[in-house]
């Protein structure tokens, strides 16, 4: 099916270890996200793309890096992980911003 | 104060009633959008808006710029209409920030 996938949907790290989550869109679209989600508070931007080889910092980019070396992939990683990194990750991709966005499933990451 | 505010943060009602779900925001915007995020916890784009209204099926969104106001309404409510619907706004600043709100958790009981 068309749209954004998220891999892994699950997992659970010690505080410390390393890891990368894959958002692959299938859309062709220029613009990549990814968000945070915790508990009583919105959606927050980490990082994003607007374009193949593009990535600029949101609003909580601390302790997070990412990369986009092909347009329909837009990868996050967590150098070391922290148990505030604690959250569910949101990918989401959009054509050109007019028509709105797309989201994937969502990346529920624990750090114990 | 957050930027964007919702109301009700949580709604029961009873199926076939008329459902009103309010985003409130603080800045200039250029744009609104609706978003509804199921229990299994994906997230669905409904509407974007800049003005006026937009209806897709049992759903209508309207925004006021003027009162920096939009409101999600919901007709014959059905217990899958139950989620949590998020409203977000990008400033008319150019940049790719959204502003989301907390969101509004609403269940339909049959």
């Known amino acids: 099916n068309a749209g954004v996938t998220q891999t892994p949907k699950f997992r659970v790290l010690k505080t410390g270890q390393s890891m990368t989550l894959l958002c692959a869109q299938d859309?062709?679209?220029?613009?990549m996200y990814w968000y945070r989600q915790d508990p009583g508070m919105g959606l927050r931007l980490i990082h994003y793309?607007?374009?193949?080889?593009?990535?600029a910092k949101g609003e909580v980019p601390d302790g997070y890096n990412v990369s986009r070396l092909k347009k329909q992939n837009f990868l996050l990683g967590l150098e070391s992980a922290a148990p505030s990194q604690t959250s569910v990750y949101f990918c989401?991709?959009?054509?050109?911003?007019?028509?709105?966005?797309?989201f994937g499933s969502g990346t529920r990451l624990t750090v114990v | 104060k957050n930027e964007v505010e919702q109301s009700p943060q949580n709604l029961t009602a009873q199926e076939g009633e008329f459902i009103t779900i309010n985003c409130s925001y603080s800045?200039?915007?250029?744009?609104l959008h609706w978003l509804q995020q199921h229990p299994g916890g994906g997230i669905v784009s409904l509407f974007m808006?800049?003005?006026g209204k937009k209806k897709h099926g049992r759903l209508i969104a309207t925004i006021n710029i003027q009162e920096k106001h939009s409101s999600l309404h919901i007709t014959a409510s059905h217990p899958r209409d139950s989620a949590v619907y998020i409203c977000?706004?990008?400033?008319?600043?150019?940049?790719?920030?959204?502003?989301f709100g907390t969101g509004t958790r609403l269940t339909i009981i049959p």
């Open positions: 800045v200039g915007i250029s744009a």
């Open positions: 808006l800049s003005s």
């Open positions: 977000a706004v990008r400033s008319n600043f150019g940049n790719e920030k959204l502003t």
């Open positions: 859309m062709n679209h220029e613009y």
């Open positions: 989401a991709s959009s054509e050109d911003r007019v028509y709105g966005y797309t």
């Open positions: 793309s607007v374009g193949e080889g593009t990535t």
